[in-house]
């Protein structure tokens, strides 16, 4: 089997409960080296904690992860080796408030890669104009709308050189008139050919962009298929039931 | 047609004030008479004891003249050297003075939030070696003066000064530690912090008087002032603790994971991300941290040192002037009473001028 | 692959390393601190342990709920002293919750006047060191009062002089024995009538006016004690003598001068307290109980001052924490509290370490007892969210 064809991300059995709350059930999932997947469901299915387990924000109870062949265990070395290759963007921004945009995007490279700061910020720039914000550099978070700050924050997980993105929920906590931009840079980088798995409800987004849709509902992954597929013949009832009520009429 | 309305009552200008304020409704007329009147009967007085009928010169036979109807502000004019300088030897206290006005000039630039720079904590720590120095003498043609010669201002002064800047790591430190995720350091912090916190300052001072000499080994003598420095250290910085996790625990839980996310260790993410924040965030609470320990330390009185309060007692000691006691301590309180007004109006600027996103996320959070 | 227990790798493992470091460094701390206490207290000739506490106290107890003689044990000079710490603060609690909320509420009164004159004794008590009031009050008291033989006649047969402050007590005796086993019992009769007026409510719509009665009853059930036990009338009455005020039971110029020090510097603190847990609750709930038709009397019974109190009474409870701590600077005036004594047993037999631990001890159960209770309190008038 050649690298090529190996997946970036394998999850195999994975199980998660919170106190009584089980979120995930015994999950597996591929995800192929550039793929882009986009995952749906209803509020606690277990989407959002999928992803973070891929990143070890949560801790799997049962199961393996294993990212671009490192396992995710208890390992600290393999911890922070995961965390360099992939990134993430939050619902929330979760911008740093203090530091300005610049010093935001700059503070890991300089910090975790530990690359000079010129040369840190250097790189900083090149992502902030990638995502079109470099004239915002010298400004603060709280000075910049949404979308802006959710930019900046995309910039930052990518000026680490991740191979993966992950994105939970990303236009969520948006004003309607600023999810075109984010999704635009989104657009872009699947357009490039990164990595991306995607907990969204932007079906539209799903649509152009996924290669592959995913449809959780009660920590358990019920039904995945090619977006063209999935929107015209769901072949679940719960699938069904979902896109109906999320679908614009 | 029906009957004109009578002219409404003027409800602006000074009398609508004074009728709204004052005579609103019946109580408060009642209230404003009574009160009126007892004002009436006490302010004429109270300015006749503190100025008309005062003497001000150090004039002891005037002041024994005047029995208690007026105020013999001659008390402070003739002792308030030995209560704003204690026992320090009377020639050199020009030292003392100049270097509590260093102190203080620090501290009111320190005030300015624009220049809260790195170099603000190393002038902080040139400023207070100075002032030891100064003090303490022993070179440079400045005579030795021991520490326990030390005392009224200067001397609260410094407790204050080397309580606050040294309770500050210790303080972060167990706040670090009642927030970490290893049992023992929650532990040892929580318990250390409720302890700390839940005796008086009298039972931690009296541990500084009376237990340090028996726990520490002879050959390390500390003197009775660094003693109480480091009793008040270990008090304030268990008050400060709290302080700084409210601040700690204000912060969204996102911060935490962006850091982690982009790789960021334990320690990194506490010095980059949280603790600028989180130290921002409680700076109005700091400094009233700061108007308590200004306070509290008024009780080494207790362990025999002669701070501000201290050298007072000592010059009520001197029988000639022992009847004029309230004179002293107003003056004594007076000036405690400015600086904590100071203190206080300058935290409440603080927390107004703290502009941006310390401002939102504490409101966020309230 | 299966990483050691103590590995540095692994999250766990750092962790245990961590504790094992630090639980290491506090032994090695703790078992040479003990060492050179050990040594030092062998040089001065110190005895260790709390045998101490059994043998006699030899030294004088000037005031104070708990009787004591000089030959009374250690420990029992110790009781003397918790039982006036307690007395300065139970008496202390009560006097600054009352002027406190005066003071509190006064600061939003509609009269300008009222308004300054509570916001000035704020700003003013607060900023001032309570040891500085404190020894201002007991300087004023000790010089500015007559001498005990010309005492201020406040009341009949209550003396106010240098000596302090003198009252008619009642002779003890059966009968008052008896009434204050009765207040108990006229407390839970007292409850029992609430309740039953309550039921009676929410069966039928209908309030019993069980006010009166309730005082009534309150009243006469200790009274009944009273008059059963003989109904003891003598009362031990001061008069005043050519040299002093004499009888009667009384309070020293100290306790006098500790209370009001420290009432008139709590309640600064309980005003601010009251008024912000006053203006805590949000003016639409006002507005809401008047639309829906409840009187003032109502709207503040059941809607205001619940809320109110809820916000009021955590820090209301750490404030009555610090007075009692505050009590302690007893020892800076003389007054026998329980760090006064232990400072005068300090100074007696050099056993420092033990003394300290007992006041320290007790501080610190008053606290926890407080705690417990303030988190039953809580979680019992927690509004319930999402």
């Known amino acids: 089997m050649s690298v090529q064809t190996e997946p970036i991300i394998r999850l195999r059995g994975v199980s998660k409960s919170f106190g009584r709350f089980q979120a995930l059930?015994?999950?597996?999932?591929?995800?192929?080296?550039?793929?882009?997947?986009?995952?749906?469901?209803?509020?606690?299915?277990?989407?959002?904690?999928?992803?973070?387990?891929?990143?070890?924000?949560?801790?799997?109870?049962?199961?393996?992860?294993?990212?671009?062949?490192?396992?995710?265990?208890?390992?600290l070395r393999a911890i922070d080796k995961i965390r360099r290759e992939v990134g993430m963007v939050f619902q929330q921004f979760n911008l740093f408030p203090?530091?300005?945009?610049?010093?935001?995007?700059?503070?890991?490279?300089?910090?975790?890669?530990?690359?000079?700061?010129?040369?840190?910020?250097?790189?900083?720039?090149?992502?902030?104009?990638?995502?079109?914000?470099?004239?915002?550099?010298?400004?603060?978070?709280?000075?910049?709308?949404?979308?802006?700050?959710?930019?900046?924050?995309?910039?930052?997980?990518?000026?680490?050189?991740?191979?993966?993105?992950l994105f939970d929920e990303p236009t969520s906590a948006l004003d309607p008139e600023m999810v075109k931009e984010v999704l635009d840079v989104m657009l872009e980088l699947a357009r490039a050919g990164m990595t991306m798995v995607v907990v969204t409800h932007e079906m539209g987004f799903a649509r152009s962009v996924a290669e592959r849709v995913l449809f959780m509902d009660a920590g358990r992954i019920v039904e995945q298929a090619p977006p063209a597929e999935f929107f015209a013949a769901p072949k679940s009832e719960r699938t069904r039931d979902f896109l109906a009520k999320v679908l614009p009429r | 047609?029906?009957?004109?309305?009578?002219?409404?009552?003027?409800?602006?200008?000074?009398?609508?004030?004074?009728?709204?304020?004052?005579?609103?409704?019946?109580?408060?007329?009642?209230?404003?008479?009574l009160l009126g009147a007892a004002l009436a009967w006490a302010v004429p007085r109270a300015l006749?004891?503190?100025?008309?009928?005062?003497?001000?010169?150090?004039?002891?036979?005037?002041?024994?003249?005047?029995?208690?109807?007026?105020?013999?502000?001659?008390?402070?004019?003739?002792?308030?050297?030995?209560?704003?300088?204690?026992?320090?030897?009377?020639?050199?206290?020009?030292?003392p003075l100049v270097a509590t006005a260093l102190v203080l000039?620090?501290?009111?630039?320190?005030?300015?939030?624009?220049?809260?720079?790195?170099?603000?904590?190393?002038?902080?720590?040139?400023?207070?070696?100075?002032?030891?120095?100064?003090?303490?003498?022993?070179?440079?043609?400045?005579?030795?003066?021991?520490?326990?010669?030390?005392?009224?201002?200067?001397?609260?002064?410094?407790?204050?000064?080397?309580?606050?800047?040294?309770?500050?790591?210790?303080?972060?430190?167990?706040?670090?530690?009642?927030?970490?995720?290893?049992?023992?350091?929650?532990?040892?912090?929580?318990?250390?912090?409720?302890?700390?916190?839940?005796?008086?300052?009298i039972t931690?001072?009296?541990?500084?008087?009376?237990?340090?000499?028996?726990?520490?080994?002879?050959?390390?003598?500390?003197?009775?002032?660094?003693?109480?420095?480091?009793?008040?250290?270990?008090?304030?910085?268990?008050?400060?603790?709290?302080?700084?996790?409210?601040?700690?625990?204000?912060?969204?839980?996102?911060?935490?994971?962006?850091a982690a996310s982009l790789g960021l260790g334990y320690w990194q993410t506490q010095r980059r991300v949280i603790l600028p924040q989180a130290l921002v965030l409680v700076i109005p609470s700091f400094v009233n941290s700061l108007l308590s320990t200004f306070m509290d330390t008024s009780l080494v009185t207790v362990v025999s040192m002669y701070d501000l309060t201290g050298s007072l007692r000592l010059a009520l000691g001197d029988p000639r002037w022992r009847g004029f006691f309230l004179e002293g301590y107003l003056f004594v309180a007076g000036i405690y009473f400015v600086s904590c007004l100071a203190l206080s109006r300058y935290s409440q600027w603080l927390e107004r001028r703290l502009g941006g996103w310390a401002r939102r996320t504490r409101e966020a959070r309230a | 692959m299966q990483a050691s227990p103590l590995s540095?790798?692994?999250?766990?493992?750092?962790?245990?390393?961590?504790?094992?470091?630090?639980?290491?460094?506090?032994?090695?701390?703790?078992?040479?601190?003990?060492?050179?206490?050990?040594?030092?207290?062998?040089?001065?000739?110190?005895?260790?342990?709390?045998?101490?506490?059994a043998e006699p106290a030899g030294f004088d107890i000037g005031e104070g709920p708990v009787p004591y003689t000089p030959q009374d044990s250690y420990l029992w000079a110790f009781l003397a002293g918790l039982g006036n710490t307690l007395r300065v603060a139970a008496a202390g609690v009560v006097l600054s919750t009352l002027l406190g909320t005066v003071i509190g509420l006064g600061r939003l009164s509609r009269n300008a006047l009222a308004r300054w004159l509570c916001t000035a004794y704020v700003e003013v008590l607060r900023n001032v060191p309570l040891l500085v009031q404190l020894l201002a009050w007991y300087i004023s008291v000790t010089e500015l009062l007559p001498d005990a033989a010309n005492p201020i006649r406040l009341l009949p047969h209550v003396y106010l002089s240098k000596s302090g402050l003198a009252y008619p007590t009642p002779v003890w005796a059966r009968g008052w024995a008896f009434a204050l086993a009765g207040l108990p019992l006229g407390l839970a009769a007292t409850w029992a009538l609430f309740r039953w007026a309550r039921a009676r409510r929410e069966r039928t719509g209908h309030t019993p006016q069980v006010r009166w009665a309730a005082l009534v009853v309150f009243l006469a059930i200790p009274a009944l004690g009273w008059a059963i036990g003989g109904a003891p009338r003598a009362l031990d009455v001061p008069e005043v003598t050519p040299f002093n005020v004499a009888g009667g039971g009384g309070v020293t110029p100290e306790f006098l001068a500790l209370l009001l020090g420290l009432v008139g510097f709590t309640a600064a603190y309980v005003a601010e307290i009251v008024r912000s847990g006053v203006l805590a609750v949000p003016h639409g709930q006002t507005e809401?109980?008047?639309?829906?038709?409840?009187?003032?009397?109502?709207?503040?019974?059941?809607?205001?001052?619940?809320?109110?109190?809820?916000?009021?009474?955590?820090?209301?409870?750490?404030?009555?924490?610090?007075l009692t701590k505050n009590s302690s600077l007893a020892v800076a005036i003389g007054y026998p509290d329980l760090v006064s004594i232990a400072n005068t047993a300090i100074n007696q037999n050099g056993q420092a370490l033990e003394c300290i631990v007992i006041i320290m001890g007790v501080y610190l159960f008053v606290n926890l007892v407080t705690a417990l209770g303030m988190g039953v309190y809580n979680r019992r008038v927690a509004l319930v969210e999402r």
């Open chain 3, 8 to 53: 540095f790798r692994t999250r766990s493992g750092r962790a245990r390393l961590y504790q094992l470091a630090l639980a290491a460094a506090l032994i090695a701390l703790a078992i040479g601190a003990a060492i050179t206490t050990r040594h030092n207290l062998e040089a001065r000739q110190i005895r260790s342990g709390f045998g101490f506490l």
């Open chain 2, 105 to 201: 000039a620090m501290l009111v630039a320190t005030a300015f939030p624009r220049l809260w720079r790195r170099w603000i904590l190393s002038a902080w720590a040139v400023v207070l070696a100075v002032f030891l120095f100064l003090m303490g003498g022993g070179a440079l043609g400045l005579s030795r003066v021991d520490p326990g010669e030390w005392g009224g201002l200067p001397l609260t002064v410094l407790l204050t000064a080397v309580a606050m800047t040294a309770s500050i790591p210790l303080g972060v430190l167990l706040a670090l530690g009642r927030r970490s995720t290893l049992p023992l350091a929650r532990t040892l912090a929580s318990t250390y912090v409720e302890l700390v916190r839940g005796v008086p300052l």
């Open chain 2, 204 to 258: 931690v001072l009296f541990v500084a008087s009376f237990v340090f000499p028996l726990i520490l080994p002879q050959g390390l003598p500390l003197s009775g002032l660094a003693r109480i420095c480091i009793a008040m250290t270990l008090f304030e910085a268990a008050y400060l603790a709290e302080v700084v996790r409210g601040g700690l625990q204000a912060l969204p839980r996102g911060q935490y994971e962006a």
């Open chain 2, 1 to 33: 047609m029906s009957e004109p309305l009578p002219t409404p009552v003027r409800k602006g200008g000074v009398a609508g004030w004074l009728r709204r304020n004052l005579f609103g409704n019946p109580a408060s007329a009642v209230a404003t008479v």
């Open chain 1, 98 to 165: 203090h530091l300005t945009v610049l010093e935001n995007v700059a503070l890991a490279p300089h910090t975790v890669l530990k690359l000079p700061l010129a040369e840190a910020e250097k790189r900083a720039m090149q992502q902030l104009e990638r995502v079109r914000i470099g004239d915002q550099a010298a400004k603060h978070p709280g000075q910049l709308s949404g979308g802006q700050q959710q930019r900046v924050a995309i910039a930052r997980a990518l000026c680490m050189q991740p191979r993966i993105m």
């Open chain 1, 25 to 75: 059930r015994d999950v597996d999932l591929d995800v192929g080296r550039g793929e882009r997947i986009v995952i749906c469901g209803p509020s606690g299915s277990g989407k959002s904690t999928l992803i973070r387990c891929i990143n070890r924000l949560e801790e799997h109870d049962a199961g393996t992860v294993v990212v671009d062949g490192v396992e995710l265990t208890e390992d």
């Open chain 2, 48 to 95: 006749h004891w503190t100025l008309t009928g005062a003497v001000f010169r150090a004039d002891e036979a005037a002041c024994r003249a005047l029995g208690h109807h007026a105020a013999c502000w001659g008390f402070v004019a003739e002792k308030h050297r030995l209560i704003l300088f204690g026992r320090y030897p009377y020639e050199e206290q020009w030292r």
């Open chain 3, 288 to 322: 809401a109980a008047a639309a829906l038709g409840l009187t003032r009397r109502q709207a503040l019974r059941l809607v205001l001052l619940p809320q109110a109190l809820r916000v009021i009474v955590p820090p209301l409870t750490s404030q009555y924490l610090n």
